[in-house]
Every structure is written in C-alpha cells, then in structure tokens.
C-alpha cells in the first residue's frame, strides 16, 4: 500500500512541468496519500533535498513555467552505488513511490529505481516530443507557440528588407519542433535530421526562390545540431538574391507560461501516474495515444521505433 509519493522534474525543464507537480500532488492528497516535494531531479533524492507538499504548496503554479521543484541533470546517476544511496535515502523518509517528470534520460532512472525497489511512473516532460510511447510530450505546444510567435515577426522584418532569416530551433535529435513550426508560419524551407541537410541543396532552392518567383522574403527552419546557422547566413548573402540573417531561438523555447493544452495534458498525466502508483503498479510511462490517455512499461517504450513524421513532410511540401 502506498503511503507516501515523492516527485521531482528531472532533465531539461518544460513548461507545464509545474501543472504536472499540482495534478500529482493534489490527487495523491485527495487520495489520502502523502506527497514529497524532491528539489532538483535526481540530484535532491542523493541530497535529500525533501520538502512535505500540502494542498497549498501547489497553489498559483499552474501557470508558471518551469519547475518549481528545480529541475538537473545528474551524470553519476547512472552508477548503481548512487542509485543504492538514492533509495536508502527514499526509504529513510518513508517514500514509498515516485513519479519522476523527465524526458526519456529520467525514464532510464526511473526504470533503473523500480527495479531496485521503490515504485516510480514516468511522465514526459520535455519541449523536444522525443519521447516515445506518446503522440505529443508536456511542454511541446508551449514551444511551438514559443516559436511560431517569434517566426511571425521575423517573417515581418525579413519581408520588409528581402531577407532570408535562417531560424534554428530546439529538439535535440527530433524534427517535431522545427517541422511543426515550419507548417504553421509557413517557411520556405524546412530542414531537420529526418530531412537531412545539403548546403548546395539549401542555396539552389533559396536562387529559385528569388529569382525564379521573386519571393520578397524567404524563412528556413532549422533544428539545432545541423549545421553553423551563421555560417550558412553568409553563404546565402553571398551566393543568393537574399540577404541571410541567422537567429537562434534559444532557451526562450523553453520558458513562458504552459498553454492551455500543456496545462489539460499535465493534469491528466499526473492524474493517471497517481493511479497506476496506487495500483502498485511500477516502471511504466504515461503518455497520450489519439487522445487517450494510456501507459506502458517503460523499457517497451524506450525501444519503440519514433513515430513516422512522413505524412507532416509531404503536408509541408504541397503547401510551399
Ligand atoms: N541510463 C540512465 N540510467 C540512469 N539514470 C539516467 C540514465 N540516463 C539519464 N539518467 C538520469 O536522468 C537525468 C536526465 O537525463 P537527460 O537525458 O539529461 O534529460 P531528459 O530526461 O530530459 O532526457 C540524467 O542527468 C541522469 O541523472
Ligand atoms: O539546457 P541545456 O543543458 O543547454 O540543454 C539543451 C537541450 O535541452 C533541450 O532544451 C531539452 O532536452 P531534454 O528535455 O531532453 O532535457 C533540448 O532541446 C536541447 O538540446
Ligand atoms: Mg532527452
């Protein structure tokens, strides 16, 4: 029987991160069960870094971005003396159970505590939507409003002064960012690791673009990771009708006050890794699934193939 729940946000933060620590805490109370704060991921729970969260402690965070909790990264985490520390630590202030509020490097955690014993589910807290076993990660939509909003008034400036604006956006290793904002501002041009990158490619294009249709402005989006942006904003003043400019959007991505969708997806998130800890159920991940809310262990997760983005790219290229 469960007793006590301890959360923490782990990894990069994301915003609704703070609605997910609400819905967790708020629902476990309700349920009679106690909850723990734990102050910056993994790092708190070899710290004991512990704060006892009432009803109140999680009033007026809905709407803030980032986590109130701290978020971390903890490298040595991976070492299973830590680990062992860690649920020694756990086990001292009575946590029976975690939710951990993280991308999938937190899942790893997560996976790597229930199988030493203390009960964690997984939620995915993230702006990359990198993580597998959910259509759409929290955090995602706040970022793309982060950067269509940003796209819409470079596309102002770029149109005024013939320009290129070559913007790079976040994802890590994922095109969600850069694709789904591509479509909504509708750029010219969008490249990301699915899509590959081919400098000649880019410059032929931007040529035809001036020259052949006479675009007053053009807009590429760019994920981070590909290539020197400013670099390639020379390249194209020097070789194209365009002049190029270069901007990195930047950890602002990551901040600002989540979205009404973040903030619903959080709390039906939190709702549902309270349940399944209350289930005595372990090692799972929840995640979103055409509206659904559902959950899986997290290794099946972790090993599913990522989401095939083939339609959205064929979408992208009807519309240019
Ligand atoms: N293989 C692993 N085993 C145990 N813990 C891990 C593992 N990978 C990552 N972690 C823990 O999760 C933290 C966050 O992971 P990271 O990949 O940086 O971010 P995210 O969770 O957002 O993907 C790491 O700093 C580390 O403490
Ligand atoms: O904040 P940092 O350490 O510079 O890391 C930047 C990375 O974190 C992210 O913003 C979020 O990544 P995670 O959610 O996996 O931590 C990535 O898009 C980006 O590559
Ligand atoms: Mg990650």
């Known amino acids: 029987m469960v007793r006590k729940i301890g959360v923490l946000t782990s990894g990069g ?40 969260l009432g009803r109140t402690s999680v009033s007026d965070i809905m709407d803030r971005g980032g986590t109130v909790l701290g978020s971390a990264r903890l490298p040595e985490f991976k070492e299973e003396a830590v680990q062992d520390t860690c649920i020694k630590n756990l086990k001292r202030a009575g946590i029976d159970a975690l939710v951990v509020i993280g991308g999938d490097g937190s899942y790893r955690g997560a996976l790597a505590m229930t199988k030493k014993g203390i009960n964690c589910i997984g939620l995915p807290g993230t702006i990359d939507n990198d993580i597998p076993g959910t259509d759409f990660t929290i955090g995602f939509d706040t970022a793309l409003h982060t950067c269509v909003e940003n796209v819409d ?32 501002c509708g750029a ?50 020097a070789t194209t009708d365009f002049s190029g400019r270069a901007t990195v959007l930047g950890h602002i991505q990551r901040g600002g006050s989540p979205t009404p969708t973040d903030r619903m997806l959080a709390s039906r998130m939190g709702e549902k890794a309270v349940d399944l800890l209350m289930e005595g159920i372990g090692g799972h991940c929840v995640g979103i699934i055409d509206n659904q809310i559902t959950s899986m262990p997290i290794d099946e997760a972790l090993n599913r193939p990522s989401q095939s983005r083939k339609a959205l790219y064929r979408l992208f290229d009807r519309l240019v």
């Open 13 to 52: 933060d994301a915003p609704g991160m703070n609605a997910a620590i609400r819905a967790v805490t708020r629902i476990a109370l309700n349920n009679g069960v106690e909850v723990v704060g734990v102050h910056n991921g993994y790092r708190g729970l070899l710290e004991e870094t512990f704060e006892d």
């Open 153 to 184: 008034k470079l596309r102002d400036t770029s149109s005024s002064h013939h320009r290129c604006s070559i913007v790079e956006v976040m994802g890590n290793h994922c095109g969600d960012l850069a694709l789904y904002t591509a479509i909504s």
């Open 188 to 237: 010219e041009m969008v490249i990301t690791p699915e899509t590959g990158y081919d400098e000649l490619e880019v410059i032929e294009k931007l040529r035809y673009l001036g020259e052949a249709v006479k675009k007053n402005h053009a807009i590429v989006i760019i994920s981070e990771k590909i290539c020197d942006v400013d670099a390639l904003a020379k390249k194209v003043s």
